[in-house]
């Protein structure tokens, strides 16, 4: 196939920060307001562009928090050695400039007319597009049946924890915490291993539509687990994040 | 450096393509293995981009950026097709 | 139209006053040292690992791993220039100057194409790899050189950027024309000096 050199389209866009909202100590959700936003599906993600004053860029993407129809938000985790996260979680305020370019994503997305069962499988800031489809099929009033499990180090490193509680009609949250437990914890602890999924997972006889969202790590053992309880490949979407 | 997927680069091959890739098929030239972009092994900023197989290793795509031109290099695949007769 | 500043965004720094001379033009300094590679980290098993000095098909010396440790190395501190805009300052490296390796074979080649485990591969002047200008580097910062870094061995060429200083590297071949690597091939300039900011080809 052929090489070609391009020059690239102007479709960053201009937002402007309208809420910078705690959900944990490392993370915040960043309310947008996009003037030319196109609307967005659950589970896409935007890029968003930083200048410095002398010029020097850095882009990284992030999922978008929200549902389609809602405004856009995405929701960001800080990163100690991070060139970009330390700044939009710490910096970053109300009324303040982002570029950023989207929505992004014809894959790792889910809208209702692409069923289920849904198994939603999140390793820490991976519940982000997640939470996304969860809201999606909320605001749509979906019955397609959902299984959340969502891996965290801590209790206080869930991310929406109190929305994620809340869920019911047909969605089954379950929780696991890697690192430690509080005092009379119920849900799991431990890595979201093949004899966790295996407890969770919906048959693969049923044909579940799967999105895992986590660390490249994490990505790939959940995903080899499902594999090996009978999930086609082809019906596992994954979508790896990064470090910096 | 962690690999990421072609999840990463959807905003990148969306300047260069004028279109979302991320669910376009990919026919690996070396093993023929056939994979969406979202589902490849991308390594990012290395200085440029480097797309791999994940079922061989072998590399499918790299995009450099320079002097404002995405030049992209598909001779790694021998098919990528968007599914839209385009 | 230029895109808007971020208020209040920095992170790799501006050189500092009596660092501007060793900061090229262009150039962050930066806090740690980013990890890039283009494809996955090899592990050779060090009983596998050979460097060779290879010229039109034949490997005319090659040494084992115990072999290259037991040549006269040197410990450097040099700056080093990423062309994705980084320097980092007073980097301590352990190595074996190519000089030395060049040095036991006899050849008038004047280039070399360095190879790695992986496949990458990047292109050099020899004059540019002698007289005290390179080395097969095998420690880093006191420690053997991590995988992630290029372990157990990288090529350490630092007045060019540093795609040049390929990871993993496993030998030279000696060339009679300057013949691109893995980069050069994509647009990245041939030489890559980044006092002169070649980056690119044409630059």
């Given amino acids: 196939m052929a090489t070609a050199a391009v020059r690239g389209r102007l479709i960053w866009q201009t937002a402007t920060v309208t809420s910078v909202t705690t959900e944990t100590d490392a993370v915040r959700t960043i309310g947008l307001d996009v003037p030319d936003w196109p609307g967005h599906q659950a589970g896409q993600h935007l890029d968003v562009r930083l200048t410095a004053e002398d010029g020097y860029t850095a882009e990284r993407s992030y999922s978008i928090a929200t549902a389609a129809g809602e405004p856009v938000a995405i929701t960001v985790e800080r990163l100690d050695d991070g060139e970009v996260s330390p700044y939009l979680t710490e910096e970053l305020r109300a009324g303040d400039q982002l570029e950023l370019r989207g929505p992004i994503g014809g894959w790792f997305v889910w809208d209702t007319s692409d069923g289920g069962p849904l198994l939603l499988v999140a390793g820490g800031s991976g519940i982000v597009p997640l939470r996304a489809i969860l809201r999606h099929r909320q605001r749509t009033g979906s019955d397609v049946p959902a299984r959340l499990l969502y891996s965290s180090r801590t209790l206080a490193d869930v991310i929406y924890h109190s929305e994620l509680d809340q869920c019911r009609d047909g969605v089954e949250v379950s929780y696991t915490l890697t690192r430690s437990q509080p005092p009379g914890w119920t849900g799991y602890s431990g890595r979201a291993d093949a004899a966790l999924l295996g407890k969770i997972a919906w048959p693969a006889g049923q044909h579940p539509l799967t999105f895992v969202c986590g660390p490249t790590s994490f990505v790939e053992a959940v995903a080899g687990s499902l594999v090996a309880l009978g999930y086609p490949a082809g019906r596992v979407k994954t979508e790896r994040f990064g470090g910096t | ?86 | 139209m230029s895109p808007p500043v971020s208020r209040g965004f920095r992170h790799f720094r501006r050189p500092a006053a009596g660092e501007q001379d060793r900061v090229p033009p262009g150039q962050y300094v930066a806090k740690g040292f980013p990890v890039l590679s283009a494809g996955p980290t090899p592990h050779t098993p060090l009983p596998e690992w050979t460097f060779s000095i290879r010229r039109a098909g034949e490997t005319l010396k090659a040494w084992t791993w115990d072999e290259f440790q037991a040549l006269p190395a040197q410990d450097v501190t040099v700056d080093i220039h990423c062309v994705t805009r980084w320097t980092k300052l007073d980097t301590m490296w352990r190595g074996v100057p190519v000089d030395t390796l060049l040095g036991q074979v006899e050849h008038d080649a004047p280039y070399v194409l360095a190879f790695s485990d992986g496949g990458y591969t990047t292109n050099l002047p020899v004059q540019d790899v002698t007289s005290g200008q390179a080395w097969v580097a095998f420690g880093y910062d006191g420690q053997p050189l991590a995988a992630e870094h290029g372990g157990p061995a990288r090529l350490l060429v630092p007045h060019l950027y540093f795609w040049k200083s390929a990871k993993w590297v496993r030998g030279l071949e000696l060339l009679d024309h300057n013949q691109p690597g893995f980069w050069e091939n994509y647009g990245y300039h041939i030489y890559g000096d980044p006092w002169r900011q070649q980056r690119y080809a044409g630059d």
Avoid: H, K, W
């Fill in chain 2, 1 to 86: 450096m962690v690999a990421l997927d072609g999840n990463s680069i959807g905003g990148l091959l969306l300047e260069v393509f004028g279109t979302d890739m991320t669910a376009a098929q990919t026919i690996c030239a070396t093993c023929g293995a056939a994979a969406p972009v979202a589902e490849t092994v991308v390594y990012l900023r290395v200085p440029g981009t480097v797309v791999r197989c994940r079922t061989c290793g072998s590399v499918l795509m790299i995009i450099a950026q320079i002097r404002g031109m995405s030049c992209v290099d598909l001779s790694g695949m021998s098919a990528l097709d968007t599914g839209q007769g385009g």
